[in-house]
């Protein structure tokens, strides 16, 4: 399996000629979901649900399929009939080829004024890779190879991304989420999840590759 790091909390994993495609926000590309075969969505906040980028991949194959919950599927169901599934925390299912587990069930906290939304996690392949989402769910029960971090947020800080790195225990650790972290400060995290996480813990340029599994 190979995965290409897309801007912000968006990647795509590619094996055996099929793609798919987690969360094409508004800051990822604006081609970041054509070609996919299947497209998966965490939740609907914009930088990881953007309806023209889901539209351009959905028209672009007829045969793409997108799995996401139901705040996001009741927005796209009338237009791609048959085509969009909702799913939900213990849901399992195929998707172009990878296998996936769906976890959580709750967006983190970003303010106890601001009411909690659905948020859901992909494990796919077993636990090859695992995408959160904006949460830091743990997938219970499951070894978790490649973590997809989300390492800049306004419901995160750093001690969190630490310690949520130290629970899964990941053999490594890619970022994600960090469109708003700027250079300056890149560093500054690399340093303390690299010395404190446990784990080998990396960042991909937007375009950039890595293999899994």
Known sequence: MELTKKTHACVRLEKD???????PGVFSEEDA????DAILVTHEHMDHFNEERLRAGMEANPAAEIWTLASVAEQLSAAFPGRVHTVGEGDTFTAAGFEVEVHGQLHAVIHPDIPRITNVGYLIDGGTVFHPGDALTVPEGRTVDTLLLP????WNKIAEVIDYVREV???RAIDIHDVLLKDLARPVYDSMIDKLGGT????????????LG
């Open 151 to 154: 390492v800049h947020a306004p």
């Open 169 to 171: 225990a990941p053999r």
């Open 200 to 211: 080998d813990h990396s960042r991909l340029a937007p375009g950039a590759g890595t293999a």
């Open 17 to 23: 000629g099929r793609a798919l495609v987690i969360d």
């Open 33 to 36: 979901a054509l070609g996919a």
